[in-house]
T-cell receptor, first 115, second 112 residues
Framework: AQSVTQLGSHVSVSEGALVLLRCNYS??????LFWYVQYPNQGLQLLLK??????LVKGINGFEAEFKKSETSFHLTKPSAHMRDAAEYFC?????????????FGKGTTLSVSS | DSGVTQTPKHLITATGQRVTLRCSPR?????VYWYQQSLDQGLQFLIQ???????AKGNILERFSAQQFPDLHSELNLSSLELGDSALYFC???????????FGPGTRLTVL
């Protein structure tokens, strides 16, 4: 069975600082990995995805993530935080098979950005 | 705007009642997923349909059921509601079973 662990339920950074949100996964087969962002009172928006191509994945809004198989990690980074990045971020894993491709989500990390 | 629509946006009902949540996937998407988001359980997968057929089941209670219609819209039926069913219910859609999922804005269910 697949699972996702997001380290740190709350991360606070200053505007312009590096953003690092941690995600570790568990999967017995090569997984697909995703990062979603949820702004208050909104649905989830896909930031980026890893599907076994390049290990460094670039997403929207300046975010990127690196798949590290040896560390079973898929951490999300952004070089310089903006106030508008304040939101909740979810890491998710799926293993596509004939039975379906449900996303298994981590518990989420709330990012706060201060001026 | 993801292109996935969900109605209603908010729903307030009483324990023991039955409600129906509706989802229209993005144009061209064949797969629909339902997720529940609550403070204590987080985001949990409930059920997936592909082109009208059930494809995968997650932590969906027996009191809950879903279906996908020929026009590909989907409905999630929740019955004998309990206080603990209060949550945000999201629908997502994807082109097929191997593509990224796009989420709707959700339906917030409050059971009093």
């Amino acid at each position: 069975a697949q699972s996702v662990t997001q380290l740190g339920s709350h991360v606070s950074v200053s505007e312009g600082a590096l953003v690092l949100l941690r995600c570790n996964y568990s999967s017995s087969v090569p997984p697909y990995l995703f990062w979603y962002v949820q702004y208050p009172n909104q649905g989830l928006q896909l930031l980026l995805k890893y599907t076994s191509a390049a290990t460094l994945v670039k997403g929207i809004n300046g975010f990127e993530a690196e798949f590290k198989k040896s560390e079973t990690s898929f951490h999300l980074t952004k070089p310089s935080a903006h106030m508008r990045d304040a939101a909740e971020y979810f890491c998710a894993v799926s293993v596509p098979n004939q039975a379906g491709t449900a996303l298994i989500f981590g518990k989420g990390t709330t990012l706060s950005v201060s001026s | 705007d993801s292109g996935v629509t969900q109605t209603p946006k908010h729903l307030i009902t009483a324990t023991g009642q039955r409600v129906t949540l509706r989802c229209s996937p993005r144009s061209g998407d064949l797969s629909v997923y339902w997720y529940q988001q609550s403070l204590d359980q987080g985001l949990q997968f409930l059920i997936q349909y592909y082109n009208g057929e059930e494809r995968a089941k997650g932590n969906i209670l027996e009191r809950f059921s879903a279906q996908q219609f020929p026009d590909l819209h989907s409905e999630l039926n929740l019955s004998s509601l309990e206080l603990g069913d209060s949550a945000l219910y999201f629908c997502a859609s994807s082109l097929d079973t191997h593509n990224e999922q796009f989420f709707g804005p959700g339906t917030r269910l409050t059971v009093l």
